[in-house]
């Protein structure tokens, strides 16, 4: 009897997606030429590896179906294999690329443009999108389903020229409470901008946590973090089934449109409510349009928001309004529950909330910024977000939020990251406000003028 050597055995029990998996490849000169013709012949498992060449266009339409997914913790993986320094693009179709219950699945290294309804419509359970380009989409660049999506995360992504009119989004991302409750959308390290309609991400997902990203151009809002819609969901659901919170730390947001007035909308939307808890933490707002500007729309029904160590900068004319909350569209579940700590605003900025909701406020004319015109934000040496951080912030102990990133470790770009190239934050004791932490005076040779 052969025994099997002990390292070799232990790589097997521990690895068993990249050792027992099959892999596959796609590309003109395979003999799958294609992701459907793959899906077709082949039933994939959990383990198993795509590989599909790059510098190739293959036409849109490409639905992984529900035989193709993995398994808990052992998804199946389809990875773009760069050539000549050049993705695989998927290109076209109603929806370029679907994930049609396709549960446990890695989607990774791609391009994806041109889906006259969606680039990529998400339909599945743990799904990761990674490593990849999403642009250049006529309507919604990436959809979730109202029914039958779960958890979901972006990572290492680009998308931008996404989105159309009122109601198709650059990101619109949406989870299944009944199928699969608990989900959580994650997204983080992802540069996504110039939105062409809606907002660069709307959000009705039971749980998002927002780490990370560098958000500018949209044309409505920013970001919208809300309730399910009341009118798609699975028999049994109600609003009060669960409650929709959102955690958003270390992200740079920037607001350019000057036809429309607000960055984030939490809350509601006239068609489905959280009723949650939203927390800000280490953010960096922009605001560019030269209009007034609202930095929170608070709408419909919210139990407690959170802000901390927030930077909130006018870099042109007009004045930002910190807070808009509104009797008539705003019902607080608890009273109203406004906390926050050590944020910095520009001076003039008007409905910014009362002493006992917020402490420690700095305002200013300049946060310090090495280079704001060029979109360097950290903070130079003389910079009054330097060490002007709360080091623990807290909820309100009647509205705790769960399981918070406690603080930043990373820090956005202004690009597309790559895997694994996130910037580390530094930490010298005493954290900075906003997004970026201070690097060190051999940088900024030049020093800060007020």
Sequence with gaps: MHRLPLLLLLLLLSCPGSVLGATYLVGPTRPNTSLNQLFAAVDLNGGDLVLVDGNVTYAGGVIVPAADGGSAGNPVTLRG???????????GGSNTLEFRQSNYLVFEGFEVSGGSARCILQGAHEVTVRDSVIHDCAGHGILGTDQFSGSFTLEYSEVYAAGAGTSQHALYMQSDEIAWP??????????????????????RHERAEIHYNWFQGAAYHELELIGPDEETQQDGWSRDLVREDQDVVGNVIVHTNPAFG???RIGGDGSGVSKGR??????????SSGQDTTVFRIFQEMQSVEMHNNVIDVTGSGVARIIRAVDGELVWTDGRQIRGSNNWIESGSTFVPAVGEWSGTVSGSNPGFANAAAFDLRPLLASPLRNSGNNAPASNPA????????????????????????QSRAADGLIDVGAFEYLGDALFANGFQN
């Design 81 to 91: 294999v760069r050539v000549n320094g050049n993705r695989p693009r998927l290109n």
């Design 262 to 264: 607000a960055v984030v």
């Design 182 to 203: 608990g989900s959580v959308f994650r997204m983080r390290y992802n540069y996504i901008h110039d939105g062409t309609g809606g907002n660069l991400l709307k959000c």
């Design 278 to 287: 939203a927390r800000f933490v280490n953010n960096t707002f922009l605001l």
């Design 399 to 422: 509205f705790v939020f769960p399981g918070p990133l406690y603080l930043p470790l990373f820090q956005p770009q202004r690009a597309a990251t790559a895997i694994g190239a996130a």
